[in-house]
């Protein structure tokens, strides 16, 4: 039969090429899934060596979260997440405008791009270790501090509020503004130049051309970058966790929701763990909803329903 | 003219920025680089802005550190990352090239199906991860931080894009007249002209296995397993005061500077390829 059809049918192959994907994703990350809602609802966990439940408890453990400290990690997530997004944006933004801008003459742009985004890959552990040893009351910058003259005593920054979060603040800042940069530079080329040339024209200088122009069309990679940069804030944990050794110091108010799953990992609380991963989860599916919207989207700048709009406004008319 | 004096301050300004960020990026790994090529002794009078003699002894007692074992560290990571990045851009290019370049009834739906879990953290799946590799018998073992990898969205989604731009159905049709095999088509024709792709993804992907912190020190137990950056945690973890501060400044070397060596030569690449891997547009 098959020789006479005159098209071979191929389809078979498109779920050969694709099953390794959902098979693997199956197993690591859907059967996973499942297991961590399901305990969830259960009270189990290890204390010494005893395995207490799995003992049905509905939702107690999603009770018990809200009871505890976990919105206090989640402001120390938030809070953590704005000291280094808030000049990462800013200093994007700005750089990406003037790499484009071609009156200004950047000299070796390439250099400056390679350095910016080196801090970007990065193993983010070590990076934490060295500014934990680094910024230590006998570290190198103290020592330098206090030979300016600027203080006296050492300062510890790692005991403090303030110093520790600002440190996990600036250690996001330059791991990331390099790589945002490069996205918002790309944006901005492309714009088509002909835009620019014609408000030049019209007598624009450069803020009205950055705030009127630029700005409202790379609103598109702006909210993406955004919405990426909160999910990535909501998974903070290496720099934190390693600079404070887990403790989330001074009295874990640089304690961020991962770590807060961690320790109930490490501790084999199980219930808890999976309550508290249900909670991040849904809260990361809302993101991730605006995410798959953007990069699906036909229409990003509303400029086609725009259309269809006055087209109806017209045939109306 | 105005304009041209103000696009002159303009341009200053803009120059002064760019080096005090790109001093403030590489000021960090300069100490770190200089402090290691000192010996403790040195290290505790001060800081000194010029690299000492050191460099060669920190490094040998580093190798012969028995309770950080660094250099076994490394082999296992480059195990880890090698492996992932070599299955996980073959299996992403593979299941990009099935759907775009076959008619199936599920195409749509797996399409969409991995479009909505592209930017899903991993976190939120740990705790059954965790238990599913200990049932399975492979807790403590490097398996379960290679194969997962296999299935990679955001890999995916930059080969889809690659092979929409640059795959002519025609070229597979040609191949499949002159008697190829699906399999030998992907292998043969498909996966060269998608080398470029595979570089770039590769790097990010070794990269991102290199640094990966929070799945293997859920995993890894024994100490001759452990990958770099347990390595790093459980330094921080240990009596840091009574160390030979010279040689912890050369275990964070040697943790950081192999990736800055492999980046500064693939450099052109990798900044051409961040942004591939972006938004639509």
């Known amino acids: 039969m098959k020789t006479k059809n005159k098209s071979i049918d191929y389809s078979k192959w498109g779920y050969i090429f694709i099953l ?47 009871a505890s400290d976990m919105l206090k990690y989640a402001g120390n997530t938030l809070i953590l997440w704005v000291i280094g997004f808030i000049p990462q944006i800013v200093i994007a933004l700005m750089l990406a405008a003037w790499f484009v801008d071609a009156r200004l003459k950047i000299r070796g742009q390439q250099f400056f791009k390679v350095v910016i985004y080196l801090p970007n890959l990065i193993m983010a552990s ?15 910058v103290n020592g330098m501090l206090m030979s300016i003259g600027i203080t006296k005593e050492p300062i510890d920054f790692t005991g403090t509020v303030f110093g520790t979060r600002s440190l996990v603040g600036l250690m996001n800042f330059l791991m990331w503004f390099g790589n945002t940069t490069i996205m918002l530079m790309a944006a901005i080329m492309g714009i088509s130049a002909d835009i620019f040339e014609a408000s030049e024209i019209d007598g624009c200088n450069s803020i009205q051309r950055f705030f009127k122009i630029t700005l409202p069309l790379i609103r598109p990679i702006l909210a993406y970058t955004l919405i990426t940069s909160i999910i990535g804030g909501l998974q903070m944990f290496d720099v934190p966790q390693i600079l404070t050794n887990g403790q989330g110091s001074p009295d874990r108010t640089s304690t961020t929701l991962i770590m807060f799953l961690n320790n109930h990992l490490k501790s084999r609380n199980y219930g808890m763990a999976g309550a508290l991963s249900v909670y991040l989860f849904i809260v990361s599916g809302i993101l991730c909803f605006f995410v798959y919207r953007m990069t699906n989207n036909e229409d990003p700048d509303g400029s086609k329903a725009a259309a269809k709009k006055a087209k109806k406004a017209q045939r109306r008319g | 003219m105005k304009s041209k004096k103000t696009d002159g301050l303009r341009s200053a300004i803009a120059h002064v920025v760019l080096v005090i960020l790109s001093f403030m990026c590489l000021f960090f790994f300069y100490i770190l680089i200089v402090n290691a090529t000192h010996s403790h002794a040195d290290l505790q009078k ?26 076994r560290g490394i082999l296992n990571s480059l195990i880890v990352s090698g492996l992932s990045a ?35 953290p991993t976190q939120v799946t740990a705790m059954g991860f965790l238990r599913l590799i200990t049932n399975m018998g492979m807790y403590d073992s490097l398996l379960p931080l290679i194969i997962p990898s296999i299935a990679s969205p955001s890999v995916f989604y930059f080969m889809y894009s690659y092979l929409q731009s640059s795959l002519p159905m025609s070229l597979v049709e040609a191949a499949r ?44 137990q024994s100490k001759d397993k452990m990958t770099v950056p347990i390595l790093i945690a459980t330094l921080r973890g240990a009596d840091y005061m009574n160390f030979d501060m ?17 980046y500064l030569l693939l450099s052109k690449y990798i900044i051409a390829g961040i942004t591939l891997g972006g938004v639509k547009e």
């Open chain 1, 20 to 66: 390794p994907f959902f098979i693997s994703f199956f197993i690591f990350s859907f059967i996973p899934l499942a297991d961590t809602i399901r305990y969830s609802f259960f009270e189990y966990y290890r204390s010494g060596i005893k395995e207490i439940g799995p003992n049905f408890v509905g939702m107690a453990n999603y009770k018990n979260l809200l």
């Open chain 1, 126 to 140: 070590a990076f934490a270790m060295l500014f934990f040893t680094l910024f230590s009351t006998n570290g190198p």
């Open chain 2, 46 to 71: 001060g800081f000194s802005a010029l690299p000492g003699n050191y460099l060669l002894k920190n490094l040998m007692n580093v190798a012969n550190d028995g309770t950080f074992p660094m250099f």
């Open chain 2, 86 to 120: 070599a299955i996980c851009t073959y299996f992403s290019s593979l299941t990009a090239y099935g759907i775009y370049a076959y008619d199936f009834k599920l195409k749509k739906v797996a399409f969409t199906f991995i479009m909505a879990i592209l930017v899903m």
């Open chain 2, 177 to 220: 007249i002159d008697g190829c095999g699906e399999f030998k088509i992907f292998n043969r024709v498909v996966l060269p002209i998608m080398k470029p792709a595979i570089a770039v993804q590769a790097i990010f992907s070794f990269v991102g296995s290199w640094n990966n912190y929070f799945v293997p020190a859920l995993v890894i």
């Open chain 2, 246 to 262: 010279g040689k912890i400044y050369m275990m964070i070397t040697v943790a950081i500077v192999p990736i800055i060596i492999v």
